[in-house]
């Protein structure tokens, strides 16, 4: 994933709302968002990495949802292990745990941003901040490829739309994810003077700066939208893309937890 926003306790219909787009290049052999288990058994919602037999999402039939984005710091990323197995590992090891691993052993991943949320509340980890492992309760958050909240134009254009819908809708699921997996197709580039340095050079830092990305070899490849209810039905969408923004198969999900 590379833009995530979501909301928690902002609207009294939908106490959880996460939003998010995943870019990647086109090449990369993807299996698209289905039930499936992890080597434990656990059952889970999510695509799935067919390189590094991993995800960039997952969700607990629990009604539990994780999510990865690289940290952006303009050199090849070689670890040891793949970041696509830490949405798994976020829903699967007891959190204590799952930190004390990460703090011991940082190094074997690329940069890396974690998040894992319910209805409740949620947790934040990256091994790029300083004081990793943050508790998240109420508000409204922005994650891309830097630290949680950092102000990137993308970001904030995002988390400010996603506010705004969220908390003026009423409970209607089917309409609220309309209208997110619309707001999540928004192509506005940054202007150069708000654009981060991170490495890549200028070009790329404009082509990266939009919410949804298009291009021919790399782009926005998945957007999702998933929401629990205050009954506690789960919904999720996942509408995927091709190459130059080719609208692809959309896939929808239901359940109650």
Known sequence: MC??????????????????????????????MDWWRTDDGTRILAGKDLRSNGTWLAITEDGRISAVTNVREGMTDTAERSRGELPLRALIEPRHQLFQSLNNHASQYAGFNLIQLNAESGWYYSNRDAHPGRS?????????????ETPWPKLLRLRQALTRTVTTADNNAEKLHRELIELLQD??????HLLPDTGVGLD???????????????????????????????????????PMAEKAECRQFGWQR
């Open 136 to 148: 998240i309760y109420q508000g409204a958050f922005g994650l891309s490829n830097h630290l949680l």
């Open 187 to 192: 192509p506005t580039p940054a202007p150069d």
């Open 3 to 32: 833009l995530i926003a979501f909301t928690l306790g902002q609207n009294p219909h939908f106490p959880l709302v996460l939003a998010a787009n995943r870019d990647e290049v086109f090449n990369r052999p993807t299996r698209a």
């Open 204 to 242: 790329t830092e404009r082509l990266l700066s939009s919410p949804f990305i298009t291009g021919e070899h790399y782009g926005t490849r998945a957007t999702t939208v998933f929401t629990i209810s205050a009954e506690g039905q789960i919904r999720v969408t996942e509408q995927s893309w091709g």
